[in-house]
């Protein structure tokens, strides 16, 4: 079983908002990890958007919008990427990362279609 | 403002070796950070493939970790990947990464992407 999973794709509605989910490995808790996320545009390398929301505050990267947020859903033990007021250049590959036992692991992507 | 760009051969022969380096402008890769090597297959996800320290210590994915080499030159500002006994199934794009320790502490982001290079193995 991989060690994070994420729903090959997701659609929603301009203006409407997004939530792309991450879980983790059954045994793995996710209150113990950062959960970083990549946003990635045809063509294009990934590009880091945040990380889950921590006791610091927001951690978002530099010109990421607020429109961008993460946050843990512990009783799904996943990470979730909220994204409001969708729009159409939001229409992207979603990536989640963890660190694992010293390693760097990615989910699999959600392709996020913006209607 | 960093900025990371790779080269290498853009095909290999199978069971030959893939070699791709990372040049770095923009700030010393003998500072705090790590540097990193991600693929990604054609129309697939990423996969991390390893990193090196600004010391030179390295840290490789358990799945490639026989086969990868990573390896850093300070006085050019470059590092390296060496892929061995390749196969049709390496053939991906190869982005060198930066893991940003320096801001974030332990259990950084991936935060600065090169290009990426497209490497194919056929042939």
């Known amino acids: 079983q991989a060690v994070l999973t994420q729903p090959s794709s997701l659609s929603a509605s301009r203006g409407a908002s997004a939530s792309l989910t991450c879980t983790l490995r059954?045994?793995?808790?996710?209150?113990?990890?950062?959960i970083y996320w990549y946003q990635q545009k045809p063509g294009s390398p990934p590009q880091y958007l945040l990380r889950d929301k921590s006791d610091s505050g927001d951690q978002r990267a530099s010109g990421v919008p607020s429109r961008f947020s993460g946050s843990k859903d512990a009783s799904a033990n996943a990470g979730i990427l909220l994204i409001s007021g969708l729009q159409s250049e939001d229409e992207a590959d979603y990536y989640c990362?963890?660190?694992?036992?010293?390693?760097?692991?990615f989910g699999g992507g959600t392709k996020l279609t913006v209607l | 403002q960093v900025q990371l760009q790779e080269s290498g051969p853009g095909l290999v022969k199978p069971s030959g070796t893939l070699s791709l380096t990372c040049v770095v402008s923009g700030g010393s890769i003998t500072r705090s950070n790590w540097w990193s090597w991600v693929r990604q297959p054609p129309g697939k996800g990423l996969e991390w493939i390893g990193e090196?320290?600004?010391?030179?210590?390295?840290n490789y994915n358990p799945s490639l970790k026989s086969r990868v080499t990573i390896s850093a030159d300070g006085s050019k500002n470059q590092f390296s990947l060496r892929l061995n006994s390749v196969t049709a199934a390496d053939t991906a794009v190869y982005y060198c990464?930066?893991?940003?320790?320096?801001?974030?502490?332990?259990?950084?982001?991936?935060?600065?992407w090169g290009q990426g290079t497209l490497v194919t193995v056929s042939s």
């Open positions: 990362m963890v660190w694992h036992n010293g390693a760097v692991v």
């Open positions: 090196i320290g600004h010391s030179g210590g390295t």
């Open positions: 990464v930066r893991i940003n320790f320096e801001t974030y502490g332990a259990y950084a982001p991936l935060d600065s």
């Open positions: 059954s045994g793995i808790n996710v209150g113990t990890y950062r």
